[in-house]
């Protein structure tokens, strides 16, 4: 795969890119990017994040940022990214209606990525926090392949079904070169809020159990909880919007372990 692989060009004004990727969908990687960004913010205010959004088809960041609108271009004809909370944003989700399918095939999608891979204004980033698209597709491979990537953080919840899928995307990173720094077990736990018994719906350890066959590390745990599935419908994460909470903590915690494992930033 490696073979004959296009010259990687890094994305002007970016520092380190982070991926946010997973096998499947619905494990909630999503949200994981949008609390990622918010937190290496939180715990570093000198450092400048950025946020893309390169899931054509399902675009969650302008909701979950709460933003919406065109963006603005530059005198560079360069469109500038949506700002909130701190958070230079860039989706597809700007470029389309809210509720308008994205019905491509393959070329059209691939000349999206590279309009928002190379025709944004960052400015200066330090980190670019980018929410993949689930799977292992064409997508992955070109993001992949075009910029130097500094590490991927593979989402899954604890069940097997996704854990399968999970393994999948690690393997289809470290294909391609792209360092693994770790995997997120998202839905990790459900305590119940009156009587405070834990459950866990999706069973227990698989993302720990993975990790072990992968020879890599758990950057976090992060509970299922009602606080983070209505804040990000709001458009208020939990990172943002309840900094104190015990599921804004696990956010933070994942961050710190994230940066932790990082290579040390080119000069």
């Not at 937190?39 to 054509?56: C, E, F, P, Q, T």
Request: glycine share 8%; net charge neutral.
């Amino acid at each position: 795969m490696s073979r004959g692989l296009p010259k990687q060009k890094p994305i002007e004004g970016v520092n380190q890119v982070i991926v946010v990727a997973s096998g499947k969908g619905g494990v909630g990687k999503s949200t994981t990017a949008v609390n990622l960004a918010l937190a290496l913010a939180a715990n570093d205010s000198s450092k400048s994040i950025g946020l893309l959004d390169v899931d054509v088809y399902g675009p969650s960041v302008p909701k979950m940022m709460n933003l919406r609108g065109n963006p603005e271009l530059s005198q560079n004809n360069l469109m500038k990214p949506l700002m909130n909370y701190g958070i230079a944003c860039m989706s597809m989700g700007f470029l389309v209606g809210e509720t308008a399918p994205v019905v491509w095939r393959g070329l059209l999608v691939m000349s999206a990525i590279e309009k928002l891979l190379r025709q944004v204004d960052w400015g200066q980033l330090d980190y670019l926090v980018v929410d993949m698209p689930p799977g292992t597709g064409d997508v992955q491979l070109s993001v992949s392949q075009n910029i130097p990537i500094s590490g991927a953080v593979i989402v899954s919840t604890p069940q097997d079904i996704a854990l399968t899928d999970a393994h999948k995307g690690a393997e289809m990173f470290r294909k391609v070169h792209v360092p693994v720094l770790g995997l997120v077990q998202n839905m990790s736990v459900f305590q119940c809020p009156k009587c405070k018994h834990k459950t866990h719906i999706f069973g227990a350890d698989g993302a720990r159990k993975l990790a072990r066959t992968l020879d890599l590390d758990v950057l976090g745990d992060i509970p299922l909880h009602l606080n983070i599935r209505e804040s990000s419908d709001n458009g208020q994460p939990i990172v943002f919007s309840q900094p104190e909470s015990d599921e804004a903590k696990a956010y933070l915690r994942m961050a710190e372990e994230v940066v932790r494992r990082l290579p040390s930033p080119p000069e």
